[in-house]
């Protein structure tokens, strides 16, 4: 089955810098990719995803990148704000009947101020 | 609208009691899906539903059963709860044209 592994587990940086998270799938058969973040006590939630036919997606102050050759993909934010401390989630999936989702172990991210 | 809602929000059962994690959502999503959160491991898929009537195993099925008993409930149920059941449980909704999930807040689960 699919495998994803992420990194960092945890991430620091100032107010204002930028934030990379990497992960890596196993299956060259997923084709979907998407990024949920989780704010404490809540459920995740998706903030972008990034199918196998791009290789790269914007919104506003977050980007995914996407290597299909090598199998990984990757997570930036830009202008980090407090609001952006969270844990976030990478996630490959294959289109399948059910969409299933295999997570990566999450990073956990925190913005100073 | 509610969303996804998730029964009880907390629970502590002893070693070998039983019970079930009530999810229901209002969104008219045929798929459904339940997953367990522990430190480090991200979420990993217990069963799902792709709609109503069906319901099929994900990574980790052993130790629990589902019931998809509508369109908006689905039901996790752990016969005889181990220590190692303890942790977050999500439900998740997808909609049958679409790709995201859309969670519900958690059950956080301990078993003594």
């Known amino acids: 089955g699919e495998n994803v592994e992420q990194h960092p587990s945890t991430l620091s940086v100032q107010e204002g810098d930028s934030a990379v998270i990497k992960c890596t799938y196993s299956?060259?058969?997923?084709?979907?990719f998407p990024w949920y973040k989780q704010e404490l006590g809540k459920g995740p939630q998706l903030i972008i995803d990034?199918?196998?036919?791009?290789g790269e997606k914007k919104d506003q102050r977050i980007a995914v990148t996407l290597n299909k050759t090598a199998k990984h993909f990757s997570l930036h934010i830009t202008e980090t704000q407090p609001e952006d401390s969270a844990v976030y989630f990478c996630?490959?999936?294959?289109?399948?009947?059910?969409?299933?989702?295999?997570f990566g172990g999450g990073t956990r991210l925190m913005v100073k101020p | 609208n509610a969303g996804v809602t998730q029964t009880p929000k907390f629970q502590v059962l002893k070693t070998g009691q039983s019970m079930t994690l009530q999810c229901a959502q209002d969104?008219?999503?045929?798929?459904m899906y339940w997953y367990r959160q522990d430190p480090g491991m991200g979420l990993r898929l217990i069963y799902y539903?792709?709609?109503?009537?069906?319901?099929d195993k994900g990574e980790v099925p052993n130790g629990y059963n589902v019931s998809r008993l509508n369109k908006r409930e689905f039901s996790l149920r752990l016969e005889s709860a181990a220590p190692s059941q303890t942790s977050v449980y999500f439900c998740?909704?997808?909609?049958?044209?679409?790709?995201?999930?859309?969670f519900g807040p958690g059950t956080r689960l301990t078993v003594l």
């Open positions: 998740a909704t997808r909609d049958s044209g679409g790709r995201e999930q859309f």
């Open positions: 299956d060259s058969a997923s084709n979907y």
């Open positions: 990034i199918r196998s036919n791009v």
């Open positions: 996630a490959a999936s294959k289109n399948n009947a059910g969409n299933m989702l295999t």
């Open positions: 969104m008219n999503h045929n798929s």
């Open positions: 539903s792709a709609s109503e009537g069906t319901t």
